[in-house]
């Protein structure tokens, strides 16, 4: 009887595990994400260079970028990003930091084709075994497709983080709502 009720936990364990999986592997692929959006703020606010930014696409106003939004309206929508309650809808600026992030993490090409060789090592590399990494992959090329109407880079940015979204939703991998130590920066502590 010990053993079956033994067995029975270490199977329940198992199991939660294996649902928990896909939503750290998209914890994982967020913090990486972040920290690149965050990087992106800095090479336009310090640096200026949108070409370093966005090489497939000429933009002419990069300084208007931070005028989009309020001090720390770009740090608090990366942040939330997954809080259900956030709408993201004509935040541009972040669709910017999207097309910047995907270009400097080498899983967008310098024609704005997605590469897949790097996506799917991206994945495994934040954990995704190769079913999840496949998942990911299409949800990667749907929300492409989605995106690819758009002629700006920051719109089709926008569109593929709102696809992205979406599309873990919908298989409901979505990682734990977390701020951490970055609460303090956002309240302008």
């Known amino acids: 009887m010990c053993v ?18 896909p939503s750290s592997i998209i914890n994982e692929i967020s913090k990486q994400f972040g920290s690149m959006m965050l990087y992106c703020v800095q090479l336009v606010r310090y640096i200026h260079c949108c070409t370093l930014l966005l ?4 933009v002419e106003s990069c300084g208007l970028w931070l005028q989009l939004y309020p001090q720390t309206g770009y740090f608090r929508d990366v942040l939330d990003f997954w809080n259900r309650d956030l709408n993201i809808t004509g935040h541009t600026y972040l669709g ?3 097309a910047c992030s995907l270009f400097k993490l080498q899983l967008r090409n310098r024609d704005g084709s997605l590469n897949e060789t790097n996506i799917m090592n991206f994945l495994r590399q934040n954990g995704a075994v190769e079913n999840d990494a496949a998942v990911l992959l299409e949800v990667f090329k749907t929300c492409q497709n989605v995106s690819s109407s758009e002629r700006k880079a920051c719109a089709a940015g926008l569109k593929t983080m709102i696809c992205f979204r979406s599309q873990i939703y919908r298989l409901n991998w979505t990682p734990q709502f977390y701020r951490g130590p970055f609460e303090n920066v956002l309240n302008g502590k």
């Open 55 to 58: 090489p497939f696409e000429k």
């Open 4 to 21: 079956v009720v033994r067995t029975a936990l270490l199977l329940l364990v198992v199991a939660a595990a294996a649902d928990d999986a």
């Open 96 to 98: 910017c930091l999207a």
